[in-house]
Structure formats: C-alpha cells, structure tokens
C-alpha cells in the first residue's frame, strides 16, 4: 500500500481521486482508502491497427484517434463531477442540469467512433446471402436500396453520424441521422452499421468531397462486424 506523509499546514489537492480534497496538518493518505470511492476510468480503446486502410491517410486516422480520445477523458470526467455533485447535494444546481445534458453528448461520441472503428478495417463486400444483406432486402428491397438510402443519408448537409439501426423490438433495419452526437437516436435500437460524417473524419484527406470519402468507407467496411451486431 502506498503512503503520502504530508507537512503540517500544507495543502494537497487531489483531483485524480474523483473530488476535491483539501487536506491540512500531518496527514496519511491511503491510495487504499481512496481507491473506495473512486470510480474507475473507462479506458480509450485502440484503434492504431486501422492505420494502413486504403483511402485514410495516417494523418487523418491519428487527428481521429485522438478526438475519440479526448470524447472518453471528458465522459470520465463528467462521471467524476456528477458523482462528486450528487454526494454533496447539488442535484438542483443549474450546472449540475447542463452537465448531465452535457453527459448524453459526450458519452454517444465515445460510443459512436468505438461503433464507427470497429465496423471499419476489413476488404470485401456483403456476404449477399448472409442474413444482414437478407434483413436488408425485407427492408429495402434490395440491398442496392439499402446502400443508396444509406449514401443518401450521409450525404445530408450538417454534422453528425449516418446509422444503420435494427428496431430490436420488430427486427427492422432503419438508415437514420443522428445530429452531433446526440439527436435523432431511436429508443430500444441497436447500431449496426456506423459512418461518422463530422467534417473532421475526411477533410484532412477528401477536403469538401464527402462523396467520395463515403466511397472509401464503404471500401473498408467491417462486415462481420456490423452482421454480428445483430440481435
Ligand atoms: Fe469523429
């Protein structure tokens, strides 16, 4: 067990326990003691076995790696400082109102790039007799429906996420949009396929062509993934 003997009347700050602690005389602190009302931090995951994809530069993969990145530093930190809130009582202060608006945000766009990475990565197109591209003929027609539908979406001005949802409720497939990170989700529905359509996934390599950035996409889209994704 580790131990910090601190002087008399100096002041330790130490955020990385989860909350404020101000502490004055001869005082011992146990990482053991602390460690009880410390949540653990969720862990970004890694995404560097990406680099390579035909049609995103190393450049492009890294400056994404590293906004995803900063999207799980804040959503830990937000968890910290609700939590922190919340035991002290301020559950009816306006901040504590904006940063649990605020949680949704940053939350769905750690989810969302995770979605995103791990449905990228593989060559080859849709195993046409699999049972995704057969929901998304009962869905589209065909799956040539799907993909226009679904390029489509993502060729809609504004920022956000094109999303191929399965209603697990009734088993249908929806194209949807998803506004920033955090408008337009369907309740009760699982993420299937992820395409993120903020300017920063392609204006480093495509600048104003999202076309064909969605081109390159659908060059390296994870198939298996996004098929085993289904319920
Ligand atoms: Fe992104």
């Not at 502490?23 to 076995?49: C, H, V």
């Not at 949680?103 to 197109?125: P, V």
């Not at 060729?155 to 920033?180: H, K, P």
């Not at 337009?184 to 950035?213: Q, T």
Request: aromatic content about 14%; hydrophobic content about 40%; proline content about 2%.
């Amino acid at each position: 067990m580790k131990t910090i003997f601190m002087p008399r009347r100096q002041f330790l700050t130490l955020s990385a326990v989860g909350g404020l602690l101000l502490l004055t005389g001869q005082t011992k602190i146990s990482f053991a003691q602390t460690r009880k009302e410390e949540k653990m931090p969720y862990n970004a995951k890694d995404y560097s076995k990406l680099i390579g994809m035909e049609g995103f530069s190393e450049t492009l993969l890294k400056n994404h790696f590293t906004l995803y990145q900063g999207y799980v530093a804040n959503t830990n930190k937000l968890v910290d400082t609700l939590a922190q809130m919340l035991k002290e009582g301020k559950t009816a202060a306006p901040e504590y109102a904006e940063l649990k608006r605020r949680f949704g945000w940053e939350f769905d766009g750690m989810r969302l790039h995770e979605y995103y990475f791990e449905n990228l990565g593989a060559k080859g197109a849709i195993d046409k007799s699999g049972k995704l591209a057969k929901k998304m003929v009962d869905a589209f027609g065909s799956y040539e429906e799907w993909e226009k539908d679904f390029k489509g979406v993502g060729a809609m001005r504004g920022i956000g996420w094109v999303t191929l949802y399965q209603d697990t409720a009734s088993g249908n497939l929806f194209n949807c949009w998803i506004n920033e990170h955090d408008g337009g989700h369907l309740v009760g529905c699982n993420p299937i396929l992820i395409l993120d359509v903020f300017e920063h996934a392609f204006m480093i390599d495509y600048g104003l062509k999202r076309a064909d950035y969605i081109t390159a996409f659908f060059k390296n889209i994870d198939w298996k993934a996004a098929e085993g994704r289904l319920k």
